[in-house]
Structures are given as C-alpha cells and as structure tokens.
C-alpha cells in the first residue's frame, strides 16, 4: 500500500503484555508517521482488513485510528477512509520540518505499564472506589499532626534549609530506634537514610546495586510501582510464586542454584496486593538462602509496622544482608511523602549519593513536623489503625459471603490495607471491573501485579479507599455485576 | 610485588577530574582488596615509593593508605609498611565468604563528583560560611507561609491523600497563570506538572529525553546538581563558554553546525554559579538556533522569578522548543521540595510517567499550602526579597572593594544568590578555601561547577547564606587568607 508495503510497518502485537493491543497498535503507527515510514497522505488499511490481518478485534484498530486521528496524525473521512495527515500539520514550526520530540529516543511500548493508573482513577459521583491504597478516613491523624505541623511551621531552621541529605538527625535516630525494639540490634542512625517515600528507596537501590540488564527475584504478584521501577531500569524480573504464607522460598533456592540475581524483592508483611505475610520459618530460610549465595534481600515494608501481632522483619535477622525500605504513607499519611531505608554501612553511602542525585532532600518542614508526631499520637494513632483494619476487614468478609457468587476465592491474613480475589474461571476481572463500572464500583484487575504475565482472574481492592459504612454495598455491587456476567 | 605485579593493579590517576587524587586511590586499591586482585597479607608500597612511582604528592598517598585504615582494608604496623587486611575481617559474616556488596556493579570513581559536598559542609562554630544556596534568614516567608500550612493542615483532602501525580490542579493553573503573565501565552495547566524540587525535573528531562552515550551542550560553569545527574544517567556534555551575558550563543550554533546535542541545557537567568543574566538577544538567537537545529532547550530558571527587571523567560519566546523547570526553593523556602516543569504537550505524558516513577507524587499537603500562599504573602515576599538581594550585593562589593587584595575579578548582575570570583594566577582557589577555613568564612571552590576541566581559579559565595551582618566580616577573612597567600 506504500513503497515500502505493509509488511514491514505492521507491528508484532504483544499478546501477553499488559499495554492493551490498541494502544501497542497506536503507539506503532504513531512512530511509523512521525519518522515518516507512513509518508503523508498514505492510505491507512480499512478497519476491517487490518483487524483480520493482525488477528485482532475489529475495535482495537477503531481504537487506534481514533487516538490516531484525535492527535491529528491521520485524518478519516467517510467513503475514503484513513490517511495520514499532511506534513505541515504534524511540523509544530513551519521555519522547521518536524517536531523535535519526533527524534526522541523510541519509548517502548510496555516500557511504562499505565499501571500508575491507580493514582489516576477517576472519581466519579457515586461510585465506591477500592482503588487507591490510601488509609482509611478515620481513625484520622490529623488533630495531632496538624499541632505538629504547626509546631515546626515557625522555625526557620526547618523550613528556610535544606537540611542534610540523609535527612533530619532525630528523625533518624527515632526511626533506628524503633527498628532496634523489632530486634534489629545493631541498627543505628548511620544506617538510616530518610527518603521521599519508599518509592524513591526502590529507585535507588534499582539504580545502585543492579545494572541494566541484570536479574533480579520478585514476588508473583508484586506492588506494581517496583515493577515500573525495575522495567525502567532495564531489569529483569524473575517471578517467584506466592501463597498464603508469602513467597514460595523453595523456588527462591532452586532459582539460586544456578542463577545469581542482583537482589530478591520481597514485601514480606501484609503483602500488596496478597495481603499475605510470610511465616517465620520462612523468613529464617530466606535469610540464610540469602546469606549463603551472597545475594542481598530488598525487604519493602510499608504495612509491617501495622501487622498484629508482630513477625520480626527480615532486616532483624541480617542486618547485613538486608536493605529494609518503609514509610509513612501508610500508617500517618500518603501526603507526606517521606519514607526511609536501613542499609548496612558498606552501601550507605552509595544509595545516599543516589537519593541526593535525585532530589537533594526530603522536605525537612515534613521531617521535623514527623518527629515531633512520632513522640506525641503516633502510637496510639498506630493501635487504632490496626484496630480499624481488622474490622473493615471483617465487614468485607461479612459481605463477600452474603453477596458473591460461588467460585470466587478471598485472600486471608488479618488486617492489612488490601483483599486480592481470584473469579471463577469463567469471569475475567477486567469483565467484571468493567460490569462493576457501571453498577458504581471499581477496583484495580490483576494484570499490573505481574512481572511478566497472569492476573487476567484477579482483582484487589483496597479496603480502606472507602468510608467503612460503604463497604457492603461496594462489596455488594461487584458481587452483582459478577452475576450479570454469568447470565 | 604480587604475582600479579604491581602494574596492573596501579591506577590511571585522573589529573583532571574534580574528583581528588588520594580517592581515586582509595576507591582503586579498595576495588582491588575487594575483589581479591590484592590477597590478604599483600604488602602495599610504602607511601613514598608510592607516591613516586604515581607523580603525586606524598599526602595523596597517606591520605588513601589512612581512609584504607579506617574502613579495616589494610593494616598499618610501624617498621612492616602497610599490608592487606586478613580476609576474615573484611567478611561480614563468617559462614560466607565475601559480604555481598563486593561483588556490587563496580562505583565508577568519578561517577559522584562528591559536589554536593554542599548540603553535607559542616558548620562550624563561628565560621561564616557562604556554602549552600539557601535564601537569606530576612526577609522570612514564614508568618504568612504558617498560616497558610496550617489553613491546610487541618484538611484530610490534602494530607490523607496521593493526589495526581502531575500535582495539585489549581496549584497548576497558579503557575501556568504566571507562565502567561511572564509572556507565555499558549501556556496552560495541562503544560505543567509539579515536581519534587526542580532537581527531579533535570533527573525526569536527563532520563526521557535523552539516553546514555548522547551528547548534550551545557554551559560551563554549570550548576553542579546537574551535571551529577547527567554523569549518572550517561550523558556527555559539550561545555560551551559563557560571559557575562550569559552562554556564549555563537559557539551553540558553531557547534550545532556538526553535532546533534539532544539538549541544550541552560540557565539564563541569575545563573548559578556566574550570576551572569543572558541578554535579549542572545535568547532570541538561542530560539532561533534550536528552532533550527531541532533541539530543545531546558531552560533550568530557579532564580527567574527574582530577577529586576525581569526579562522574558525562553519558554515564552518558544514554548514548543523549551522544556521548563522552576522551583519554590528559591523565592519561599527549600524546604517545601516543591518545583515545576512546563513542557509542550506531545512530550509532557512521556515526563509524567517518568516522575510518577521516581516518586509518585510530590506532597498534596505541601502543594495545597503553597497554592494558598501564592495568593496572600508571595508577591510582597517576592518584592522584599529582591531588595535585599541587591543591598546584599551592595555590601559585598563594598567590602570586597575594601578588603580583597588586588588581582581578583568579581562577576556582575544586580540581585542573585551568588558572587562568583576569580582569583589571580598565582592563588588556586582550593588554596584559599583552605586558609579561609582557618580564618573562619568558607564557599564552594570552582571544580564542581565544570563538566570536564576548570575552576582552579575560581570561587563561589552564597551570599544568602550567612547574616547580613557578617557579609563584611566573612569578606574580609578570605581577603586576609588571600593576602596571606600571597607572602
């Protein structure tokens, strides 16, 4: 259909990537007619050919021309079908010929999941939304907070400085000295290094101990955002299952056996999104495997300071072998954005010079208005949370046995933000999100959670996204919607 | 001296780097000790034969050998030299072998200009220190700036919340608001995302827009952060000259004539560290050039805002060529870690996943806080601050009219951070940092600012750093030290 002909311009489709097949097809048309592979005025395939050419759904290319057409790259017109938009529409400077963002280095399709969708979801009106994992509205931390906050809003040594780049001192002595109560003995305030939420800890070590191209071991599912991460870094992820007590560590010392991975990344504490805690023999194991092979742990750890009753956290038991990440996202609030690492001393100093590359310091206002909450409500705050955790928790159990169909299996494990749920085979979760949608209720479908493929019959819900008295009938709108897809 | 001799093992010492010559050695032997290219109980060369052998000063050498000693690498013993520790204590644990963080991706020497050695300067007592770029103590944000955070402190909406990883909405039709005002007239809110600090706005543009192996033009000096940040991501910079209107715009287009720079990274306003403001016309020719040429401009402008009177920024001569990046540290406070960037629209999806990667979302709390502020005390804040930049300015060129012996030469341009001055021939500015010290006043001296080579000659003061009242005196000490330099 060009000089070139078709062949060479149509992509291979990734079946098994979580990029929807419209957008792989978007984003491969787009490239072909900004670097003028698709000259202008090229006759685009019908709708229909295309589809049967590439084995797709007839609306994944309606999808892909639409987006085509709405960033003015082709043009429709009824009777003569699609072509790709002339020249001096796509140049944004006429002096010039093309955009300088058309010479971009190629952005991959698949290189950014869209999976950060959870911080995007919309909101709509009257919709219940298990979405985001935020903490739930009450117990709230604010009364105390707030007077903490204002505490230090006046102090110019806090808000006019940068402060240090490992962060604010008594911050990091407070944060060594709760970890030495979890048993991590030998764990002092050199060790720690304050951070704009434990994502930013996940880059550093991706960036810091591993190189583009090494392996690494993740869990299957794993928080979406590392995986993100660990993509961007160019690593690649060895996915190891999980169950009800954590990570399989017997695949984990077979994987060991012949291959030798940067790091293991493991949330070994009331799981995102399993909800599942890994036992303490399994713990132990873990830690000696590690040991052994000389393979660091990467343990993120944002819910283990909500866990009841208490397991010691891996950093506890290798101090040496572990690079402990958490935050107070969870347990004060997402919006203060400052998280930490706990490293032995040989590396410290290597993921400092990363943290500050990448943003100088954490807002030292927000530490020190931290530390003051650490001495004041945090404790309690922390025991009423917990509290509030177990009896969501409760109600949605409650709910899910009254208002679901047979065939769906729950995740256990107490307390916790999340429930992971896997449909009957019959139920696709993104069916089922999109039947959900419309009866007002959304969750996240399981596809994210995976490193390289699965999660098609899985679905989690953060339980604390929503007031408590709405989690019946959230719970009781995606059993509905289930049933509508059965008939 | 081994069987492997000591050849192999002698490290290409890098005269040029600004990395100092006795840590490149350290890091070399300690990656040799390490790795085991140096066996425990190997005798190291005394220092001087050493010393001799490299063409260093014998300092260089004990200094390296003492920092080995200090992290338990090798053992020094009067009368038997300086040997390889025994294996045993450099293994962290016994059952192993090596601790796992041997075998980490080697550190390249060099990779961490060890530049943001200003945030980790120690204060000393009674030492005047014009190190870290901070805004001065007076005129203070914090009144207004208080009120503002606890207005918002109070409001789970904003701290019990992620928010949109492109930043708070009205916070972002605020500055798109100016951005207009300032002459940017197709700039709206879906241009602008909110960053953590404009740092993480050089790591997103370092990162997306480029990869590594490119080449990118910057000037030289240039501010340090970013050229740490282009180091690690790979980049290599082509340093073009500037003076005192700023970057030399005739060797941008001498070099556009033959090489394809993915960026031309610039700050054109109140450059840190020149102070140097680039005239209209040079802006003009620097669009038209990159217009040309096909390559965006970043426009770095942490100072922008301070400048009077204000000259347009170059993202309002050609919004579609420049990528913009700005920040609250400067004009309110370094501590609230909240920046910008303004971007076209075909790029700014591809930036948004970049820093959602990094870190989510910046603090909903503290973008709420400014967004209120911005409408009560910025402006006022603004204007007083401005005054006291130039009156700041005022002193200090009068002391230094005063004190400083002659032979030196001190940067213009009204209003600034920073005073950037060149020492006569015969006084190396680490030098006169070192007496200074002694006299109680330091600054930042001149290497850190350069991509490749420079900066001997050369020093930076902060001179928002220090109270108004000690500007003369910190003044006259680095005067005295320069005299005493100088007998």
Sequence with gaps: MTKNGWSGVLPGLDRESIVPLYRQLYEHLREAILTGTLPESTRLPPERALSERLGVNRSTVVHAYRDLVNAGLIE???????????????????????????????????EFPMVMGELAAKREPGRISFVQGISPDEPSPLGELAKSFSRVAKDPRFVLSYGDSEGYEPLREAIAQRARRAGAGRVDASNVVILTGSTQGIVVVAQSLAEPGDEIVVESPSYPGALQIFQMCGLRAIPIPTDEDGMRVDHVEAILRTRRPRFIYTMPSLHNPTNATMNMDRRERLVTLAKRAGVPIIEDDPYGPLLSPSLPPLVSLAPDHVVYLSTFSKTIAPSLRVGWLIAPRAVTERLLLRKQALDMATSLYVQAAICDYLDRGFDDHVVRLRAELVERRRIAQEAISKHWPAGFRVSKGEGGFYLWATTPREIRARALLDASERLGASFLFGEAFFATSGGDHHLRLALTAVRRSELPEGIRRIGQAARSLHT
């Design 76 to 110: 429709q017109r009824v009777g003569s079908g699609s072509r790709v938009a002339p020249r001096v529409r796509l140049a944004s400077d006429k002096g010039s010929g093309l955009p300088w963002w058309v010479t971009l280095p190629p952005w991959r399709v698949g």
